[in-house]
């Protein structure tokens, strides 16, 4: 298993500001994930992060919109630019481990007034 | 593109009793992972049970089990003598093989009374 902290754990931003979310893992992995879960909604992957290249993006999210570092096989960071209400949401870490096994993050609940 | 369904937004048990959670699932592959996540109101996703295609023999981890029919393409989770902490949100979730992303269906929320 994997464990996964995330930094902060949630906060209250003003529109038109930014937020980058920490997210530690206790262990080196290769690929790192940032979902996005809207209110009353499922999860939707924002990217994949790898360490020493460029992220993967989904479709519908971008680089400018949500960029993301991975310095080491740690740690990642995820950044909310330019915030407006509608990014309000539950942002998600995860990792996948050997045998095929995905853990998840305790979150950052994010609200945008 | 492989898509996750659940087609009941809301179901509720009786503490002691059995639940089953529905899901299908669409995709063109013949190796891929399903999982049952929960996630309570800490909003923490936690794995109740893996799947792997390939495997003909249900998963179980103690009072979960999951029902795989893979021609079908579903893949229902069974909650037996259900208990007042498994009220939350449950969510399927599909992985191809060789892949690392998670699909995941629109979630089904359980309500457990006592």
């Known amino acids: 298993s994997a464990v996964i902290s995330q930094k902060p754990s949630r906060d209250i931003c003003q529109r038109g500001t930014s937020l980058t979310i920490q997210c530690q893992v206790d262990s080196q992995v290769t690929m790192m994930f940032w979902y996005r879960q809207q209110p009353g909604q499922s999860l939707t992957l924002i990217a994949t992060a790898n360490q020493g290249s460029e992220a993967t993006y989904e479709s519908g999210f971008v680089i400018d919109k949500f960029p993301i570092s991975r310095p080491n096989l740690t740690f990642s960071t995820l950044t909310v630019s330019n915030m407006s209400p509608e990014d309000s949401s539950i942002y998600l870490c995860?990792?996948?481990?050997?045998?095929?096994?995905?853990?998840f993050g305790p979150g950052t609940r994010l609200t945008v007034l | 593109a492989q898509t996750v369904t659940q087609s009941q937004p809301e179901m509720s048990v009786q503490e002691a009793e059995t639940v089953t959670l529905s899901c299908t699932y669409d995709?063109?592959?013949?190796?891929?992972?399903l999982f049952w996540y929960k996630q309570p109101p800490s909003r923490q996703m936690i794995l109740v049970i893996r799947q792997e295609a390939y495997k003909q023999q249900n998963a179980t981890e103690n009072r979960f089990s999951v029902n795989f029919q893979k021609a079908a393409k579903s893949f229902s989770l069974k909650i037996s003598d259900s208990q007042l902490g498994d009220a939350a949100m449950y969510f399927c979730a599909y992985r191809s093989e060789g892949a690392d992303k998670l699909i995941f269906g629109t979630g089904t929320r359980l309500q457990v009374f006592p």
């Open positions: 995709t063109s592959e013949s190796d891929y992972y």
């Open positions: 995860s990792v996948s481990v050997s045998g095929g096994l995905t853990f």
